[in-house]
C-alpha cells in the first residue's frame, strides 16, 4: 500500500511522451485528447499526494518522483506549445521554467551536501504557479487560435509567478543555510 503513491508518480511520468506523441498527432478533436492526457496527469498528481499523506505512505523516493513527474509534464507541454506558436515569449517562459528547476536541483544538492537537509518542500507559491501554469497550458491547447495578445499576456502571468515563487524558493534556501552557517 505504502508504494501506491510512487506508482502513480511512475505513471505520471509515463504519460510524458504519451502526451507529445497526442499533442503531435493530426487528427480531429486531438486538442482535446491532448488536455484529457494532461488533466490525467493533473489529476493524478493530487491523488498520489492524498494517498501519500492518507496512507501515511511519504517516502525519500517519493519527495523526487513527485515533483519530477509535475515539472517534467508541465515543461513538456510548453515545449510542445512553444513549438506550434512559436512566439518569442513562449520561448522565453520555456528558458526561465528550465532556470528556475536548475537552480532549484542545484539548491537542493548543495543543501543536501553542506547543511544535510532534505529537499525544500513545496510551498504555497510554487503550487499556485504549478497552478496557473497548467490552466494557461490548457487555454493554450484548448484555443489555438487564441489573440495572440491573450496568450502573451496569460504566459506572462505565469512566468512572474514563477519568478515569485522561484524568490520565495531562494528565501527558503537562504535561511537554511545561514542557520546551517551560524550552528557550525
Do not use: W
Not at 505513471?11 to 484529457?36: E, G, M, N, Q, S
Not at 532549484?104 to 543536501?112: A, P
Request: proline share 3%; charged share 15%; glycine share 4%.
Amino acid at each position: 500500500m505504502k508504494s501506491i503513491p510512487n506508482l502513480i508518480s511512475i505513471f505520471r511520468i509515463c504519460l510524458v511522451p504519451v502526451f507529445v506523441i497526442v499533442y503531435f498527432t493530426d487528427a480531429r478533436d486531438i486538442k482535446f485528447y491532448a488536455v484529457l492526457v494532461y488533466a490525467v496527469a493533473g489529476l493524478s498528481d493530487l491523488l498520489d499526494g492524498y494517498l501519500a499523506r492518507r496512507l501515511d505512505a511519504q517516502s525519500k523516493l517519493g519527495k523526487l518522483l513527485d515533483p519530477l513527474g509535475d515539472k517534467l509534464m508541465t515543461f513538456v507541454v510548453m515545449v510542445c506549445i512553444t513549438i506550434t506558436i512559436n512566439k518569442p515569449i513562449f520561448i522565453c517562459a520555456v528558458s526561465i521554467m528550465a532556470a528556475k528547476e536548475i537552480l532549484l536541483g542545484i539548491g537542493g544538492i548543495v543543501m543536501h551536501k553542506k547543511a544535510h537537509a532534505e529537499l525544500l518542500p513545496a510551498n504555497r507559491l510554487g503550487k499556485m504557479s504549478t497552478f496557473i501554469f497548467f490552466i494557461v497550458c490548457i487555454t493554450l491547447m484548448l484555443y489555438r487560435d487564441i489573440p495572440v495578445i491573450a496568450a502573451v499576456i496569460l504566459v506572462s502571468i505565469a512566468i512572474l509567478l514563477t519568478l515569485v515563487s522561484l524568490s520565495s524558493y531562494l528565501g527558503m534556501y537562504i535561511n537554511i543555510m545561514k542557520t546551517r552557517n551560524d550552528s557550525d
